[in-house]
Structure formats: C-alpha cells, structure tokens
C-alpha cells in the first residue's frame, strides 16, 4: 500500500451498467427518428411506394423501442457478457450435465400464465385502462399475448436447464396455484411485487409512447429557429420521448440471461404509495391543475411572463432544455434496466456520479422553473402562497420516494451501501446536503478510519 493512501478512504463501487450500453440505445433511437422525419425525401429518392409524408404513427413509435433495444442488447451480450455474471443465477456449463425434467419447467409455466390471467383480469376491471392513451396500450398487449404464450414454452424449457436455482419465484407461485407442497409465501410475494411493477408501470408506459413520438417526428424544426419558446418545448418533447422510449425498453427486457431480470421489488408499503400517487390514475386526483395539489392556480408558464425578451426567454428554454437532459440522462444511463420500485442492480455512472437521484432533483426543479407558481395573475398573495405550498408539498413526496428507494437498496446490495456512503463524502450535490444535515443534527463526519495501533 502507498504511503499517500488511505486505508480508510471510500471508493465509488464499479457500476453495474457500463455507460456505454444507454449511449447506444440513445444513438440507435435518435437515428430512427432522423430517418422517420426524413421519410418523404427519403422515399422520392428511391421512388418507393406509399405516402410520403413523416412516421408519425403508433408502429413506427413501437418500432423504435426495438431499434433502441437491439444495440443495447448485442453490447451487453458480446461487449460485457452479462450473460456470464454469477449474479444472473445462471450456470450455463450445467446444460451438459443436467438432466432436463420437464415438471419443474411446467410448474413454472403454469405460474407465469396464472400471473398473466390475473394481470389481465385486473386490465379489465381498471376502467381507466380503457380510456385515452391507455386504450393502445391494452390493445399492444392484446396482440403480444398469443406469441408471449408460445414463446414463454422454450424460453422457460431453456432457461430451467441452467438456472443454479431451478425454483425461482415463478415456480413457486405455480405450485401454490396446482396446490403442490413446497412454495413458500415469501417468494411469491417476490414474484408478485415483481409482475405488479411490470404489470401497472408497462402499461403506462406502453401508452405514452406514440404521443411525443408522432409530436417530435411530425413538427417542422426549420419553423423555430426564431422561436425560443418553440424550439425549447420541441427539445424537451424531444427528451421526453428519450425517456419514455429508453424507459420502456427496461420494462420489457426484464430477463435473467441479460442479467436485466428484477432481483427483488420494493418490499415497504411506503415506498409503493410514494412511487404510485405520481402516475395515474393516482396523479389524476392528487397532483396537478384542479387537483388536491394544484400549484398552478392562477399561474402561466415562463413563455407568458418572459414574453417580449428574447435574452430571458432563450436562456430560461436553455435552462429548462438542460434540466431535462440530466432527466432523460437518468433513464437511459440504465440501458435495459430501468424500472421503477425494483433492484436490478447498482448504477454508479452518469448523473448518479453526481447525486443519487439526478431525474427527481431535475424533475421538481423543472416543475418551479416552468410553472413559476410564485407568479400568479390574480395578484393574490393566497394563491402565491398555496401554490408554492402544494409544490413543495409534492416535492416532499419525491424526497419520500427517493427515501424508500435508498432503504431497498441499501438492503439488498453491499455495493449500493459503498455508493450510499461515497456519495455522502463526494456526490456534487449529495455531500454538501449531508454536511448541512448533519451540522443542523449537531453531528461530525465520521473520522476516516486510523491505521490499528502496532
């Protein structure tokens, strides 16, 4: 060991997902846009058949998600061989010594469908999934569950022959619904934390893909170069649709040989009611305009109030622009791994380098640099004061949120308390939060670890 060193110092943990793998997805999508707007050239040259006019349509917003999952997959495969990783629980030299006994692959099907049927039922019973957006999502699932039912068949075969563990969560399940002996209660609790997150997050997020798809695709960007307010809101759409497209991609490659599969889902109630009362059709009572949280009471956006300077209004679109890059930089830095509630292993790179939580921190300084809710047109100090009031007030579900996240982790994984606590030391915006909080308890950093006496 050098002299300089520091037996007692922390390091920032390797992370899970090399940032390579989200800058491909991101490239790969980015291209498919460029070529869907750029479709009517693109078809006059080579005389092709059909309309000549943009994709903006719900097949070519769909078809992005493979065009940004494909690159991503191959890297992850041939580049960092996740495949190999013990945490998959995946032992492939097994396929030439085991034995294939088909019971346990049944027991595992017959839970997985189970699972599937219930989800469904649940589908039906939500009246809100047959409304809107949420219509095309149901729709999507319809179509996909024919080819999942045949597909699953050799996929869980395969897959059982090399798994350390044969009786995962699935089998589990299965053999509680055929009344076979041996599940235990823990474990299908694991499997249905898992399948709700997939389940409820999947489909909204199935559901507001072809919107901001077929806005970014159909807009004409040569009309706002001399607008900065259009402009801005175009990125951001723009960064949005990274998000969303990226975000779901995680979704639906939730599987173990990519090493992508969900380990665990949140276990802790508080958790799940911070993370749902943001998405609908929780949100649809709760936050926003008309809602029990209604920041934006007599307000208007920035565009209104800087109207008329082009220096405030280009610099604050500049700002907002980058508060939603860091945002979208948070979800597609986790290449096939992004979900919400679940440990699929530990991220240390990209805006995590910085802070814990880069897409809350971005997101609810938006939300106060967009909406201005201290700017209301009423010139009532009340409305003033309920705005910023009910904004902080979702603010502080955010700091919840984030709070029971960082409790799972912590749980779970070794490597995420060595980030928890380089973070503390290092993180750009982490550590002077610490400092402040622990100078407010009356406390002292910790002394770095001394040499034992000889």
């Given at each position: 060991?050098?002299?300089?060193?520091?037996?007692?110092?922390?390091?920032?943990?390797?992370?899970?997902?090399?940032?390579?793998?989200?800058?491909?997805?991101?490239?790969?999508?980015?291209?498919?846009?460029?070529?869907?707007?750029?479709?009517?050239?693109?078809?006059?040259?080579?005389?092709?058949?059909?309309?000549?006019?943009?994709?903006?349509?719900?097949?070519?917003?769909?078809?992005?998600?493979?065009?940004?999952?494909?690159?991503?997959?191959?890297?992850?495969?041939?580049?960092?061989?996740?495949?190999?990783?013990?945490?998959?629980?995946?032992?492939?030299?097994?396929?030439?010594?085991?034995?294939?006994?088909?019971?346990?692959?049944?027991?595992?099907?017959?839970?997985?469908?189970?699972?599937?049927?219930?989800?469904?039922?649940?589908?039906?019973?939500?009246?809100?999934?047959?409304?809107?957006?949420?219509?095309?999502?149901?729709?999507?699932?319809?179509?996909?569950?024919?080819?999942?039912?045949?597909?699953?068949?050799?996929?869980?075969?395969?897959?059982?022959?090399?798994?350390?563990?044969?009786?995962?969560?699935?089998?589990?399940?299965?053999?509680?619904?055929?009344?076979?002996?041996?599940?235990?209660?823990?474990?299908?609790?694991?499997?249905?934390?898992?399948?709700?997150?997939?389940?409820?997050?999947?489909?909204?997020?199935?559901?507001?893909?072809?919107?901001?798809?077929?806005?970014?695709?159909?807009?004409?960007?040569?009309?706002?170069?001399?607008?900065?307010?259009?402009?801005?809101?175009?990125?951001?759409?723009?960064?949005?649709?990274?998000?969303?497209?990226?975000?779901?991609?995680?979704?639906?490659?939730?599987?173990?040989?990519?090493?992508?599969?969900?380990?665990?889902?949140?276990?802790?109630?508080?958790?799940?009611?911070?993370?749902?009362?943001?998405?609908?059709?929780?949100?649809?009572?709760?936050?926003?305009?008309?809602?029990?949280?209604?920041?934006?009471?007599?307000?208007?956006?920035?565009?209104?109030?800087?109207?008329?300077?082009?220096?405030?209004?280009?610099?604050?679109?500049?700002?907002?622009?980058?508060?939603?890059?860091?945002?979208?930089?948070?979800?597609?830095?986790?290449?096939?791994?992004?979900?919400?509630?679940?440990?699929?292993?530990?991220?240390?790179?990209?805006?995590?380098?910085?802070?814990?939580?880069?897409?809350?921190?971005?997101?609810?300084?938006?939300?106060?640099?967009?909406?201005?809710?201290?700017?209301?047109?009423?010139?009532?100090?009340?409305?003033?004061?309920?705005?910023?009031?009910?904004?902080?007030?979702?603010?502080?579900?955010?700091?919840?949120?984030?709070?029971?996240?960082?409790?799972?982790?912590?749980?779970?994984?070794?490597?995420?308390?060595?980030?928890?606590?380089?973070?503390?030391?290092?993180?750009?915006?982490?550590?002077?939060?610490?400092?402040?909080?622990?100078?407010?308890?009356?406390?002292?950093?910790?002394?770095?670890?001394?040499?034992p006496a000889e």
């Amino acid at each position: 060991m050098s002299a300089h060193e520091n037996p007692g110092s922390i390091h920032l943990p390797k992370s899970d997902v090399s940032a390579v793998t989200g800058l491909l997805g991101l490239a790969s999508l980015l291209a498919w846009i460029a070529l869907c707007r750029s479709w009517p050239e693109i078809s006059a040259w080579f005389d092709l058949p059909g309309p000549r006019e943009p994709m903006t349509g719900p097949h070519a917003a769909l078809t992005g998600l493979v065009i940004a999952a494909v690159p991503m997959v191959l890297y992850s495969v041939i580049i960092e061989k996740v495949h190999l990783r013990s945490s998959t629980g995946i032992d492939w030299s097994l396929a030439r010594t085991r034995r294939h006994g088909f019971d346990t692959a049944i027991v595992k099907l017959i839970g997985l469908w189970a699972t599937w049927a219930v989800l469904a039922a649940l589908y039906c019973l939500g009246r809100w999934y047959w409304n809107g957006s949420y219509e095309f999502a149901l729709t999507v699932l319809a179509y996909a569950v024919g080819p999942m039912i045949v597909l699953s068949i050799p996929y869980v075969i395969w897959l059982d022959r090399v798994m350390i563990e044969p009786r995962d969560h699935s089998w589990h399940f299965g053999a509680l619904v055929l009344g076979r002996d041996g599940w235990e209660a823990d474990e299908v609790k694991r499997h249905w934390r898992a399948w709700i997150i997939k389940g409820f997050f999947g489909a909204f997020m199935i559901s507001i893909v072809p919107g901001g798809f077929a806005y970014v695709v159909g807009t004409r960007i040569e009309d706002l170069f001399a607008n900065p307010a259009a402009l801005g809101l175009l990125l951001i759409q723009l960064l949005f649709v990274i998000d969303v497209q990226i975000g779901t991609v995680g979704y639906l490659l939730t599987m173990r040989p990519l090493d992508a599969h969900i380990r665990s889902g949140n276990p802790f109630v508080s958790g799940w009611l911070a993370a749902l009362v943001c998405y609908p059709p929780f949100v649809w009572g709760i936050i926003g305009n008309g809602q029990i949280l209604n920041y934006e009471e007599n307000t208007r956006d920035w565009v209104f109030w800087f109207s008329g300077n082009d220096i405030l209004l280009w610099a604050w679109a500049a700002w907002l622009v980058f508060l939603t890059v860091v945002y979208a930089w948070a979800t597609f830095a986790f290449g096939i791994r992004f979900s919400n509630l679940t440990y699929r292993g530990v991220l240390t790179n990209g805006p995590y380098r910085f802070t814990r939580h880069p897409a809350y921190v971005s997101k609810n300084l938006f939300w106060w640099c967009s909406t201005l809710p201290f700017l209301v047109v009423s010139d009532s100090w009340v409305d003033v004061i309920r705005n910023c009031f009910c904004l902080a007030v979702v603010n502080g579900i955010y700091l919840w949120r984030s709070k029971t996240e960082e409790a799972h982790l912590l749980a779970e994984d070794p490597k995420y308390v060595a980030y928890h606590a380089w973070m503390a030391q290092h993180g750009l915006l982490t550590a002077p939060l610490e400092r402040a909080r622990r100078a407010l308890m009356g406390l002292r950093l910790p002394m770095m670890a001394r040499q034992p006496a000889e």
